[in-house]
């Protein structure tokens, strides 16, 4: 028996631009999305993988972009209701939930040795290898939970599982970008959204590129064997079948436990997501970029193009679109994602950060340079900074003449709070040097503000360690005070290129 058909079913959570919220299947959150501001779901892995979800639906159902051409012309148009509809209409088959022969994303005839908990799809309550501190479910006998939600976490699941090792059917591997950076430049509706990530591809390509619902489920005799498969177009990557699932649904349309093991391996281990930006690695060729510790705002030039093509594709696609349409121009990009350690999950992340308007000029190939050198700053400023708190602590620890082992030196330095507030108060000055980025604005203003910004950080951090050992022994006095030399030194440099700045600006002031 067919039960809740994705194309009408509520299931996708969305935000109006009035600020209220509701669910919406997805014929209406295509039809409506001039009237939606964005796709909102707690876990920032869902909210990824439902707008690649939705931009496979439109590659097919609107044939297309096939050049930068025919997506102009959409952007100005808008997105075809006609062509959206009588697509989800003709497959509509594929699109039920729960289905005896094409439940979708799901593989009917799967019957596991060990049905599975729900929990398995969400990383946010997977035991395997993300189990959660404030996760309160138990994994062995949790509560049942709706379709909506089942569809949801599926589809980030397939989008973002990373080889476990262990599966009923042949083990293949990590998603093929499930441990990468992805961005979304967010447009002032979620259409504008959706269009600036519709990178145009080869016609001949996008004639085979086949999500998962309209391809046949491969049969379980190859996924025992080791199906294995190069990717043809976004749409295929955007749906890739990562896992073979299986709901197992209550007459109430609920799930509670599912068959899950291994997919369909990724052959094409070199093909391009529009959605990621990239660095070269000597050994290793072309590498997705990655969720570090330390904040993507350090890497953020990495996300913006250059001649190199190594920036994510929607970003350049999203420039292009709105080089004669500035008012639609994305003032905002969010990047979403996971970072793990072989097969555990360490952490799912999103941030949000303001686009420089000014890769809409005649400078935009320039942009990365410069806030490259802006960043390069603020690490050389942080390297003295660091220097002279492992003087301080080499210092304070050999009290006297004894040489302290380098790896107490290490550890007491990670331990001070000087660099963690340097790059605290540093993240701050950085958004606000995105925002001010336009076309107006001459770079050479914005690289004096920021080199205020990072004097003025480094002083702070400076500050809050001697505020702290002001009241300590005469070793710990002695020892900053030998320290703050190297802190002396930066601080002079930084006043010596801001003056030069600074008198530059003051004829162009005066001429004006």
């Known amino acids: 028996m067919s039960r809740y058909n994705l194309i009408d079913e509520p299931w996708i959570p969305v935000r109006w631009h009035d ?3 509701t669910e919406l299947g997805i014929c209406n959150a295509l039809l409506k999305a001039k009237d939606i501001s964005v796709i909102e779901d707690p876990s920032p892995l869902v909210t990824a993988a439902l707008h690649r979800f939705l931009l496979a639906v439109l590659y097919r159902a609107l044939e297309g972009p096939t050049d930068i051409k025919q997506a102009k012309e959409w952007f100005k148009s ?90 009923e059917l042949s083990h293949t591997g990590t998603a093929p970008s499930a441990t990468a950076v992805m961005v979304l430049p967010v447009g002032r509706d979620l259409e504008d959204t ?69 997919g369909v391996e990724n052959a094409s281990k070199d093909s391009v997501d529009p959605m990621l930006g990239y660095r070269i690695d000597d050994k290793k060729g072309r590498l997705p ?65 303001s686009l420089p308007q000014a890769l809409l000029g005649e400078r935009a190939t320039h942009i990365r340079t410069e806030i490259r050198q802006l960043l390069g700053d603020a690490e050389e400023t942080q390297a003295a900074l660091w220097q002279a708190c492992r003087t301080f602590a080499r210092n304070l620890l050999s009290r006297g003449n004894r040489e ?29 040097m995105l925002r001010s980025y336009t076309l107006e604005v001459d770079p050479d203003d914005i690289r004096l ?12 951090a400076w500050d809050q360690l001697v505020a702290s050992v002001s009241t300590g022994d005469a070793w710990a006095i002695r020892a900053l005070v030998t320290a703050e030399g190297t802190v002396s030194k930066k601080v002079k440099a930084l006043d010596e290129e801001i003056q030069k700045y600074e008198s530059h600006r003051k004829p162009q002031e005066e001429t004006a």
């Open 19 to 21: 600020g209220q919220r």
């Open 78 to 167: 808008g997105i075809s209701s006609e062509k959206i509809v009588a697509y989800l209409e003709r497959w509509r088959n594929r699109f039920w939930l729960f289905d005896d022969e094409h439940p979708f994303g799901q593989i009917a005839r799967f019957e596991p040795k060990i049905w599975r908990a729900w929990t398995v799809l969400a990383a946010e309550h997977n035991a395997d290898n993300a189990k959660v501190l404030f996760d309160h479910i138990d994994v062995f006998r949790p509560d049942a939970v709706s379709a909506s939600a089942a569809a949801r976490w599926m589809l980030a699941a397939q989008t973002f599982s990373v080889s476990a090792g262990k599966s």
């Open 194 to 262: 959706l269009l600036f990530c519709l990178v145009p591809q080869n016609r001949a390509v996008a004639a085979f590129d086949l999500p998962i619902w309209e391809r046949d489920a491969e049969s379980l005799d190859s996924l025992k064997s080791g199906v294995k498969r190069s990717i043809v177009g976004f749409a295929d990557r955007y749906t890739w079948r990562t896992r073979s699932i299986r709901l197992q649904s209550t007459e109430a349309n609920q799930v509670e436990k599912l068959a899950f093991a291994s």
């Open 289 to 353: 970029i990655q969720f570090r510790e330390r904040g993507l705002w350090r890497d953020f030039d990495s996300l913006l193009p250059d001649d190199g093509h190594l920036a994510p594709s929607v970003i350049e696609h999203a420039a292009a679109l709105t080089r004669f349409a500035r008012e639609r121009f994305p003032h905002s990009v969010m990047v979403l994602g996971q970072a793990n350690n072989k097969a555990k999950i360490e952490y799912w992340r999103m941030e949000r950060f």
């Open 404 to 432: 302290p082992d380098k790896k107490d030196v290490s550890k007491f330095v990670e331990q001070m709070s000087a660099n963690a507030s340097y790059w605290s108060t540093l993240e701050a000055a950085f958004h606000d």
């Open 449 to 460: 503000d920021w080199l205020k910004s990072v004097r003025g950080s480094l002083r702070d």
